[in-house]
């Protein structure tokens, strides 16, 4: 996964564009924000999101942190696995930590989020304040 | 003072090593226009026997224990209660310890309340249990907040009117500031019909709530009321009475999705009404959003096995606003009182005790109802309780008990409004393993039934009353 | 002397055919169960409780006691717990029959002697906070900021404002934001200090005619006291909002200021904490919240009042308010808790009730000046009944964080202070000695803490090594939760 080619929410989701469909994924700064990765909740297959909506949430020891969709769609695919092994989302974020897959409703919702260089400066002025 | 350790020299030298001139100092955060000008006006200190002795004299102006008899129900009862629970829960160690954050230093209590979570799992047939909430009626509460964030319906909550009225007040204060509806489905009979709810439970019910036995002491028809909630997506919540757990079905074995209670019964004394213990139990696919503690185990960094609170996330000193509730505490010494009775009683202790609870009360009932103007108000079956009407006025009935040494009630007039208007010259009457047949046979004698064989019991004394 | 054998699971120790507790027979005439009660309502089996013997019962729990820590056994300098000393005369008198055994549906007029502990109860606490009008209905401090906000909620209601919003600090307890958001309100949190003290202008740059409530812990969970409380009561005020005071830190202030004379309009007092109840391993608690007169007629059911009864007598009587917010909880109150609040208060009287305060704030301001070389306090050089100290210098250059530092204290017979907590103050080491401690274990706790600054951060790391068990696994208890006896978990 090229982390330059993807798209940034401040509330550390990243999205990857193929045309009408995206992938939604979480990033590894949040990850290890976390720390230890106990539970995850994640979406049904049909429903139909927008941006900025919890479209599910992932809990640590420490805390329990909802995820919100970086864009506007229906929710084509859903990363089952992932319950079942967390592992994965520690240690793969990007790629098969991968969370859901979205139809584009509105592919213009996409314009607010980030690039990787706006980022990683969002990542250290957060680090800074902690 | 006994409580205090520091002497005038002692007190010197720590505001020596603190750098002050007086404890006065130590205070000067507090500004002066805030500060008490006068002494605060408490009544006069009081040594230990001073304490005793007026504390005596006022226990004393209570009509209670000694040689009244108890036949008063509502939700707490007068249940035996074995000397080695309160051996128990009197080890300081048990009830001087803190809430069990540092698992290191609190294996004592984690243990216990797992042991707690676990026997209350096997007393319900249920999934889970957590380590506890206040009382029975913040528990239908939590319920019912659980049930709208599993559906994800915040509109709609039933409830049936023959649950305890104040577990329903609670409810309805509960949901005051929130956009729900809480609709309560009026009783026929002291139960309610089934097919009263099929027009009332839909799509948008998070959760329907009843108690079985219920308020009045009949039995519902709990596996068809849980069946009827499942079919519209709706959780079943059930309020059940631990000691009936003994004989009765138990709420897992009839399909309910929530099993609350009032743990009173365990081992707890009546107290003028508290502190006593919310029994919450769900569904396993529930475990992530319910309220409370939970106690988990686990094990150390070398392998032993060991207990931990768990899912902390979700409670309110982590999650904060998001919480699953707000609630700080559980009840832990009331946990370990009945998980002290319940190790005592077992399986066998338990079924005695709900056998003699029914059987005793079927006599009382029986007994009582052959007295001309007295009946049950219901033509329900029952478990330990039932609701009598009597010729007269229950407060007439309840007086001529009471001055022969019987506490009968409460009466249903106490609780005003919450109680259907038909109802409101009504009474319950309670019997516990620990009434006698004799006891039972005074009360009815005193009342104007049968003669009763032997020397009656003490009467109200004027000086009793005040 | 421990004896491990007993302290196995209940139900590795049962045994089939054992049993504690017998019932007599039946007394009354034999009817088969199904003529009584359905036999589709009867269980076909008993509940699979364990069978145990009395003496193994008492074996199993007096041994697992022996693995905690308690007040009654160590030094437990919990922050804003409170861990003070538990009188063992409450035991004995709250035990007493006419107190015990009083069922909660007693009528008024057989129930006189409580009634008229419940209303002095009532009285001294509206003394101390300096608020008239109590409730002793809520189950424990959080249900009692619960029932002030939604007794907020009705006054403005029934004044047709609407006002959805709460404020609170950053270094508010967790339960201040749940209570808020369960009663309805939207909740602001504001930025404070690095003191955890309140910044004035953030205050005013969030008040509007949309406040209902701002909620103030005072001495602040830094142990200290908000020297801008009067100005912030004011300000509230004129904003036409309410400020309620969260009482955990009560213990500083008893006889020395009271929330109603510095501006509070409503508070909540914790008897598991200032007023001795006991902590119980986690409960049972008691939240009487004491308001101002304006707010008397939302107090939730039911009150005691007292009235001249026909031979000129006291009368005590339970009452509900006129415009009663309703019920929190079923019956009274945590009667048994109330109880040896009153008890602890009738022994102190108004010089012990005082004193409590002055003695715990000098422990508190000894004990930190004792630490302040090895743990130092940020805020300052005075605090009130408690103090956060920080391990941020030590997790720096020694990599000794305020967990290791927690966990080895147990080694040293310590109960560890809150670590972690207020969030405003990185490594905290929250500590609340109380008065009933000596100068003598506060020097021991000094010393321990000296020592173990100066051992190697690996050892630390892996303490306690003296418990029966270090360092629990909690991620695995969170991924896959074993919350009851399994069979293959034995």
Known sequence: ?130 | MSYLFNTPDQRREMLRTIGAESIDELFQQVPADCRLARPLDLPPALTEMELERTVRSLAGKNVAGGDRVCLMGGGVYDHFIPAAVDEVVSRGEFYTAYTPYQAEASQGSLQAFFEYQSLVCRLTGMDVSNASLYEAGTAVSEAAFMAMRVTGRHEKVVVLGSVHPEYRQVLETYLSNLKCELVVVGTHNGTVDPADLKKLVDDRTACLIFQHPNFFGCLEEPEELCRQARSVGALSVVAFDPISLGILRRPGDYGADVAVAEGQSLGIPMQYGGPFLGIFTCRNEFVRKMPGRLVGRTTDRQGRPCYVLTLQAREQHIRREKATSNICTNQGLLALRATAYLSLVGPQGLKEASELCCRKAHYAAERLTRIPGVQLAFDRPFFKEFTLRCDGGVEAFCARARDAGFDLGPTMRRFGEAVDEPLSDALLVAVTEKRTRREIDELVAALGGLEATAVGIPALRETQLG | MRNLLATQPLVELAHPGRRGCTFPESDVPPRPLDSLIPKSQLAATACELPELAEPDVIRHFVNLSTLNMSVDTHFYPLGSCTMKYNPKRHERLSRLPGLVDLHPYQIDEAAQGMLAILYELQQMLAEISGLPAVSLHPAAGAQGELTALLVAAAYFHDKGERRTKVLFPASAHGTNPASAALAGFECVQLDVSAEGLVDLEELKANLDESTAVFMITNPNTLGLFEPEIARISRLLHQAGGLVYVDGANMNAILGITRPGDFGGDMMHFNVHKTFTGPHGAGGPGAGPIAVRDFLADYLPAPVVIREAGPSGKALYRLSVPGKSIGRMRSFFGNVGILLRGYLYLRTLGAQGVKAVSENAVLNANYLMARLADVLPTPHGKRCMHEFVASARNLYKERGISAMDLAKRLLDYGFHAPTVYFPLVVAEAMMMEPTETESKETLDAFSDAIHKIVAEDPKFLHDAPHSTLVSRPDDVQAARKPILKWEPSAS
């Open chain 1, 1 to 130: 996964m090229d982390l330059n080619s993807l798209k940034y929410a401040k509330s550390h989701e990243w999205i990857s564009v193929q045309g009408q469909t995206a992938t939604v994924g979480i990033t590894d700064f949040a990850v290890k924000q976390l720390t230890d990765l106990v539970h995850i909740e994640l979406p049904r297959k049909g429903r139909t999101i927008r941006q900025g909506e919890t479209f599910g949430e992932v809990e640590s020891v420490k805390a329990v942190s909802d995820l919100y969709a970086p864009a506007t769609g229906e929710i084509v695919e859903v990363n089952e696995a992932l319950a079942d092994d967390l592992g994965v989302l520690s240690d793969d974020p990007f790629g098969k930590g991968w969370m859901m897959k979205l139809k584009l409703s509105d592919p213009s919702s996409l314009s607010g989020l980030m690039d990787r260089a706006a980022y990683e400066a969002h990542c250290a002025d957060e680090s800074e304040h902690a």
